[in-house]
């Protein structure tokens, strides 16, 4: 049986259909956007689809390793969501033409490889807007988020690690890098370095593991730097350091430990430190907060230390802050008790224990209350210090001027009792001798006329 010649003309009509039928389902049902280089074997991509201005990347809560495309095109935002594994390529976004927002939301176990999240500044003059909400990073690497950013957000999330220079060559002036309600479990140093932001915030987050020196690094923060109701382990010297601060606020932390100087800043404006339990810590834990070059010859800055409790292993030492501050101290609470050797008669010998002893509170001996200084020293220390001491050395004066008279007493009694016996007692003689004597009386033998 012979079969048909295939007919030309409805071949290129079938060809045209299904290419039209193609284009129509693209515009209708959404644009698939596939990997440039889909050569990781191991990653699925994530299928992105385009709603007018705004593209979606739903991984549909798979349990599949998925990767974000490398994308093309013109787009106001990006949301990449409902993700069990996500791993980010180097430049995935960076060919992106007017981009303005970049959102992670929900997603598990993300992976923010070097230069993921690059924006270089010809692909828009305007700066970028980064959230991730309610997601989990596993690793944020080094120059990760870098380029023309604005704001930088985590709300809700979960960062395992943060490496060096994970967030690097930021916008001259970006408006906000904020951190709420995020758990860290390990940050490296200069995870932060060397550049300006108009608003730090750091709040209701918690650091699982110490805090090295140097993780915040030589920024400059234009307007106002926040960290509140953030708890942390150990925080290392210089673990936040800072070139330039307008406004600073620490309020409502706790710290397991503070070394010394774990705070650097230029501050231009006031300085807020309120109801902060900085645990064991350092004599000088505050004093590099110093006051901006820019403003020192102008006008003194105000520190307000107010309702914040310090613990000392050893004897407690007296703060010692910036001596170009103007500071102002309101119930300073001492984890310890105050040793009462360091007073001077009635008065502390350090000036700041004499300057704020109506400000700053001890435990008292037994521990079940906390009074101010200057209670502390009539309480514990004044009775101790001098009446008790009177009273013993009027005792031990007593004491020996009885033991003293005692013995001229028992000395004289001795004496006049030897000299009574010796009036008393009779010549030593034999009992025969003795006779002899009283009949020789009796005779009148011992009578003479003389």
């Known amino acids: 049986m012979r079969l048909p010649k295939p007919n030309e003309k409805v071949s290129i009509f079938i060809y045209f259909l299904l290419y039209f039928c193609n284009i129509f389902s693209r515009q209708c049902i959404g644009q698939q956007w596939t990997s440039q280089d889909s050569g990781d074997g191991a990653y699925n991509n994530v299928s992105c689809i385009a709603h007018d201005t705004k593209y979606t990347c739903d991984c549909r809560n798979t349990n599949e390793y998925m990767t974000l495309p490398r994308l093309d095109g013109y787009v106001y935002q990006i949301e990449i969501s409902n993700c069990k594994h996500m791993y980010v390529r180097p430049h995935a976004l960076a060919n992106i033409q007017g981009l303005r927002t970049v959102i992670f939301k929900k997603v598990e176990n993300l992976i923010l490889t070097s230069n993921a999240l690059s924006f270089p500044i010809h692909t828009s003059n305007t700066p970028l807007y980064v959230e991730f909400k309610e997601v989990k ?109 307008k406004k600073l606020s620490v309020i409502g932390n706790k710290f397991d430990r503070t070394e010394s100087e774990w705070i650097t800043a230029q501050v231009r404006d006031r300085v807020l430190i309120k109801d902060n339990n900085f645990g064991t810590t350092s004599h000088i834990a505050f004093k590099a907060i110093e006051v901006s070059k820019e403003v020192a010859f102008l006008e003194r800055v105000e520190l307000q230390f107010i309702n914040n409790i310090v613990k000392f292993n050893n004897d407690p030492q007296a703060l010692v802050f910036n001596d170009k501050i103007q500071l102002q101290i309101t119930h300073l609470q001492y984890h310890n008790q105050f040793p009462c050797k360091e007073l001077d008669k009635t008065q502390p010998k350090s000036p700041f224990f004499r300057t704020y002893s109506e400000n700053i509170y001890f435990h008292t001996k037994n521990n079940n209350q906390s009074l101010t200084l200057s209670k502390i020293i009539d309480v514990d220390c004044k009775e101790k210090s001098y009446l008790l001491y009177i009273i013993l050395g009027i005792i031990s004066l007593i004491l020996i001027v009885i033991v003293i008279t005692a013995i001229i007493v028992m000395r004289i009694v001795k004496k006049r009792r030897k000299r009574m016996l010796d009036v008393v007692l009779p010549e030593s003689r034999t009992y025969k001798e003795t006779q002899i004597v009283y009949q020789i009386e009796n005779a009148g033998l011992l009578k003479t006329d003389l």
């Open 137 to 245: 990073i596993e690793i944020i690497e080094s120059h990760a988020i870098n380029g023309n950013i604005g704001e930088i957000t985590f709300i809700s999330s979960t960062i395992e690690s943060i490496r060096p220079f994970a967030f690097t060559t930021l916008k001259d002036h970006s408006i906000l890098f904020k951190m709420d309600g995020v758990k860290i479990n390990n940050i490296e140093p200069q995870a932060l370095k060397k550049f300006t932001i108009d608003q730090l915030e750091i709040v209701n987050s918690e650091f699982l593991s110490e805090v090295p020196s140097k993780v915040f690094y030589e920024l400059e923060v234009l307007t106002f730097l926040r960290i509140q109701n953030v708890t942390f382990k150990k925080v290392h010297t210089r673990a936040f350091s800072f070139n330039v601060v």
